[in-house]
């Protein structure tokens, strides 16, 4: 390929890739005003995030497989309309629609997606020769890192522009860039895999139907209550369902003869360690979603703010990302992946230990320069380099999607176990709050009055989106919907008097969570580093 197309495909690609990224981080500082503006708790409001990986999940092999047969550029042209679209629909949904809504057009969003990342990394892996493509894949993660560089900030920003209650201008912002894409894809030539071979649609659809009845099933896993959790039927069910299924995906793939889903990646061991890998990185890498409440709770900053500060954590990976292309030149992937692990290990225990104790700006930037390293090591070229040195050249598209999809199967699982860690410790929440309005208070009869306050479970659940900016107000408000008027008064001036109290005691108790939630994912990364070592190191 001529230089100057290969500067086009690189341009329009990581154009794509830009978007996508802008996406993913301007979502997380609005996070919790989303939920909030749709009156719905932490562990519904993570089905924004949960719904996207799992449509994405099922799109990803499915499109990518289109694109082998149709062609790369008609299956990006679609990716990129149909994002736009899902995007266009996320903003209306914050004038116009329900929470419900909100979620259909994010599953939208993830349609169009699941046709950008694995097209965009398997075209730009073959457009470049064999001694450059782990730069050219470098490039593409450090585009990655940029666009979560301003996602956060644009983010936050947007929200301080428009209001906390207007943020649907956030994804208004993909609108445009998708229309500048498609202009620019005029261009690009429609390149396929060489060989022409049946589609295979029964295989996506059963593989649609594993997919979503796992994913559905392990997001309602309360993995804090195990055994009560898996007996309901929002669990067990589903993962019958995946048990019956998988067998039948099994034998389908194994009949046709170009399945969606190859299972000889799954027989090769180098591939499936590989897979291995992205399971673990993707469950590791759902921690980056809870840094921006995470900064919020430690330097005691407004709700949506907090997206300034993951931009710290997206430069360092945007920086390390392209200095991984060039060492996988050099050294190979596997060097490079054990650097992201070691980097990504130290971290998260810095945020959790260090950064949970200290509660200080300085403290907060190490953590996230570290774990900002470490994703840019792991996330983007290393795997992607990986599979296009493993798999057939025909199956470039395939490969990746498959290795995307599994990487994604651990993002879809991790909030679930990642938000279990706030909720868990929310628990406390109230008794150690109790502690602080009892030592306020000197009457036996006020003490009897708060006594059934805090029995009150009720009264508590007005709590449950506080936020260490917002627990005093939240909290006075609880108390007057179940104190007698005459008290009130004298309640209200007790909690002003603890002000202080009240806010340390919500911020220890929630970095709790925090602290568990980034030692699990110090657990998993130090697993992926010790997987990453039964590769083959002939990558160079």
Avoid at 349 to 375: P, R
Avoid at 501 to 517: E, R
Wanted: charged letters at 10%; aromatic letters at 10%; one cysteine or more.
């Amino acid at each position: 390929m001529a230089n100057k197309n290969r500067t086009l495909v690189l341009i329009l690609f990581m154009l794509g890739i830009f978007m996508g990224a802008i996406d993913t981080g301007i979502v997380s500082p609005a996070r919790t005003l989303i939920q909030n503006s749709f009156q719905i708790n932490q562990s519904l409001g993570t089905w924004m995030i949960t719904l996207y990986t799992l449509v994405y999940a099922i799109s990803m092999p499915v499109v990518s497989k289109l694109g082998d047969k149709y062609g790369y550029k008609k299956a990006y042209v679609f990716g990129i309309t149909t994002f736009g679209i899902g995007s266009l629909l996320c903003g209306i949904s914050n004038f116009y629609g329900t929470f419900s809504f909100f979620l259909v057009a994010r599953a939208i969003q993830a349609i169009g997606a699941g046709g950008i990342m694995p097209i965009a990394n398997a075209v730009i892996g073959n457009s470049f020769p064999e001694e450059k493509r782990g730069t050219a894949l470098g490039l593409i993660g450090m585009i990655y890192g940029v666009g979560n560089i301003l996602g956060p900030t644009l983010g936050s920003s947007i929200i301080n522009i428009f209001g906390s209650s207007h943020w649907g201008w956030i994804f208004f912002i993909n609108v445009p860039i998708s229309l500048v894409i498609l202009l620019l894809s005029i261009k690009l030539e429609n390149s396929k895999a060489t060989v022409e071979k049946p589609m295979d649609f029964s295989g996506a659809i059963i593989l649609g139907g594993v997919i979503a009845s796992l994913m559905y099933g392990l997001t309602n896993l309360d993995f804090f209550d195990f055994i009560n959790s898996i007996k309901t039927t929002s669990v067990y069910i589903y993962l019958i369902i995946f048990v019956i299924l998988t067998p039948v995906l099994i034998f389908v793939e194994n009949k046709v003869e170009d399945p969606v889903l190859n299972i000889k990646y799954f027989k090769d061991s180098q591939m499936l360690i590989i897979l291995i890998l992205a399971f673990i990185i993707g469950c590791g890498m759902m921690g980056m979603i809870f840094i921006p409440q995470f900064s919020e709770n430690v330097l005691k900053l407004k709700a949506g703010t907090g997206g300034y500060l993951i931009t710290l954590l997206a430069l360092f990976s945007g920086v390390a990302a392209p200095i991984s292309g060039k060492l996988i030149d050099k050294k190979g992937a596997r060097f490079v992946l054990a650097l992201g692990f070691s980097f990504t290990v130290i971290g998260t225990l810095f945020l959790g230990f260090i950064t949970t104790k200290l509660l200080t700006f300085t403290s907060v930037f190490i953590g996230l320069a570290l774990m900002g390293l470490g994703v840019g090591f792991t996330m983007g070229a290393p795997l992607n380099y990986l599979v296009l040195e493993t798999v057939p050249k025909e199956e470039s598209a395939s490969g990746l999607a498959t290795m995307s999809l599994i990487r994604s199967l651990g993002l879809a699982i991790s909030p679930g176990i990642m938000i279990g860690f706030i909720v868990d410790s929310s628990k406390n929440l109230q008794p150690k709050l109790m502690e602080v309005l009892q030592s306020s208070f000197v009457s036996s009869m006020k003490n009897m009055q708060l006594n059934a306050f805090g029995s009150n479970s009720e009264a508590f659940k007005a709590l449950q989106n506080a936020d260490v900016t917002t627990i005093v107000d939240l909290l006075k408000k609880a108390l007057e919907s179940v104190l007698p008027p005459n008290v009130q008064p004298m309640v209200i001036q007790a909690i002003d008097s603890v002000s202080d109290k009240i806010i340390d005691t919500f911020q220890t108790v929630i970095n709790t969570g925090y602290k568990h939630m980034f030692m699990t994912a110090a657990i998993i990364s130090a697993v992926g580093f010790i997987a990453n070592l039964f590769l083959r190191n002939n990558t160079k």
